[in-house]
Every structure is written in structure tokens, then in C-alpha cells.
């Protein structure tokens, strides 16, 4: 069956959300755990996505995984591998929790690096976050039955707002 791409106005309980799930977190993370970012659209006040919070969980080196992967285990999360990105582990979260992803990552990780400088770009410029909004309602109601279309259609958008936030930052 389809997973429909569905987008929502911005919720003021997605950052409420996100504390609920980082607490639970790092009751169940020890030493390896650096700090948790909330990323994605999700965390980007304003910014229309999809009700899914996404969770940069932050440890200092990719040698601390096993012991990672042992505490979330404790509370239900299913590792995943890395699905093809490199340096970034995925965990399947429990199922009586709210709907959201979880990603591993070790501090200076490429993927992590391009989550925050993504996030950042669009809370500090909220009129490239209103236009990312309505490229992704447009993708979304073009193509509302493939999730893998919908971010590759993003790509492009996406890897031009990153050029445009790492020339701010040097």
C-alpha cells in the first residue's frame, strides 16, 4: 500500500513533540551522547511538511554505535543500518510512539553537518522557508503516492539553498 505524501501547515506541537522524544532519548543514552538536534522541515518555525519529526541523534565517534544501538534497543528502536548514506544510522522507532525519524550521527558527520546548515539557512531566512513550503505542497499534490519521487524532486532546490548557506558561513 501507498505511503501518500502529505503535507500540513506548521504545527506549534512539533518542537513539544521533539522534547518529549529527545528526554526519552537521553535517559537511554550514556557517554556516547553528545547532543540531539531536531532537523527537517519540521523544526523550521512556519515551514509547511510532513508530520514527521526528524531526530539527529549526536554521539562523539562511529566506534560508541554499538553501545548506541544497545540503549535505544532498551526503549524499542530497531537499528537499521546506515539505508546508503554513509555515516548516518537510521533506527525504526516504537510503534506507540509519535511518528518520527531517528538518525545516528557522529559530531562533524558530513550528513549531519548538511542537516543543521539546511535548518539553519531556513529559520534564518524565512522567505526562501515560505518558498521551499510551496515547492513542496506543488510536488506533493503532483505526486502524492511516491515518497521517493517527492525527495528526489526536492534535491535540486535543496542543494541550492545549502550552496547559498555554506557562503554565508565562510
Known sequence: MPDPVVIVPY????????????????????????????????????????????????????????????????????FEGD???????????????????????????PELRRHILFRDYLRRHPEAAAAYGRLKHRLASRNPLDRVWYSDAKSDWIERALRLARQEVR
Open 11 to 78: 504545527s506549534d506541537e512539533w518542537p513539544a513533540t521533539f522534547e518529549t522524544l529527545k528526554a526519552r532519548v537521553e535517559d537511554a543514552l550514556g557517554a556516547p551522547l553528545r547532543r540531539i538536534e531536531h532537523v527537517g522541515s519540521t523544526s523550521v518555525p512556519g515551514l509547511p511538511a510532513k508530520p514527521i519529526i526528524d531526530i539527529d541523534v549526536v554521539i562523539g565517534r562511529d566506534d560508541q554505535l554499538d553501545e548506541v544501538i544497545e540503549g535505544l534497543a532498551a526503549i524499542g528502536y530497531a
Open 83 to 109: 539505508k546508503g548514506v554513509n555515516g548516518r544510522y537510521a533506527f525504526k522507532p516504537p510503534s506507540d510512539s509519535p511518528e518520527h525519524h531517528l538518525y545516528v550521527c557522529a559530531e562533524g558527520s
